[in-house]
């Protein structure tokens, strides 16, 4: 089975509102989380990170939560725009000594009209 | 600087046959991992390579092999391919444990 998962498949929202994405992991033990955007044809294209030492980072337009209390990840886009729409994966770091597997979830495909 | 490639883009098999997909990774990144995409769904792992060793495998069966070259470049071979081997196979580099950066993905379709 997978042990991330989104709560949504999709969401959609109007230009300019602001988007958030949410996450749930299983494995407690993870300790690198990732967010993905994946447009339609291409490969996943990284947009920000956060380590299980931290509970927010924030990036361009961008901010990342993680409660580790109940194991939730969330995606939070300003100021949404035509060209946010697309499939957003959220991924966590398998603990293993021997390498970095990133397990992903199904993804939440986020639509945004104008 | 160019990002991760993968060739070919497309490709179109039938069942029995062998296949290999190639990766050259991002500049100055030295780890590759190789992730199946089924249509609709998330990326799964299926291994990864460090200084031309296999070090992580993901729950697929030894048809699907790899190697990885001094030059850090990774090949993805499947063997015996089935249907449901149909997907986009996506390589992704990184330098060392850091973040992963995925290539555009070669889509393998097998009748």
């Known amino acids: 089975g997978e042990s991330v998962g989104l709560h949504l498949p999709t969401l959609s929202v109007q230009e300019g509102d602001n988007s958030i994405i949410n996450c749930a992991y299983s494995?407690?033990?993870?300790?690198?989380f990732i967010w993905y955007k994946q447009e339609s044809g291409k490969g996943p294209q990284f947009i920000i990170d956060i380590r299980s030492n931290m509970d927010k980072r924030q990036g361009q337009r961008v901010t990342v939560l993680l409660n580790k209390t109940v194991k939730h990840l969330s995606l939070q886009i300003a100021a949404t725009q035509p060209g946010d729409s697309a499939v957003y994966f959220c991924a966590e770091r398998a603990i293993d000594q021997a390498g970095t597997a990133l397990i992903f979830g199904k993804g939440t495909t986020l639509s945004v009209s104008s | 600087d160019a990002g991760v490639t993968q060739s070919p883009t497309h490709l179109i098999k039938t069942r029995g046959q062998q296949v290999t997909l190639r990766c050259s990774p991002k500049?100055?990144?030295?780890?590759v991992s190789w992730y199946q995409q089924a249509l609709g769904q998330g990326p799964q792992f299926i291994f990864q390579y460090y200084e031309e060793e296999e070090r992580q495998r993901g729950n697929f069966p030894d048809r699907f092999s790899g190697h990885q070259f001094p030059n850090y470049s990774s090949e993805l071979n499947v063997n015996a391919l089935l249907l449901g081997d149909s997907a986009l196979y996506l390589c992704?580099?990184?330098?060392?444990?850091?973040?992963?950066?995925f290539g555009p993905g070669t889509r393998l379709t097998v009748l």
């Open positions: 494995n407690s033990a993870s300790d690198y």
């Open positions: 992704a580099s990184s330098s060392g444990f850091g973040t992963q950066y």
């Open positions: 500049s100055g990144h030295d780890t």
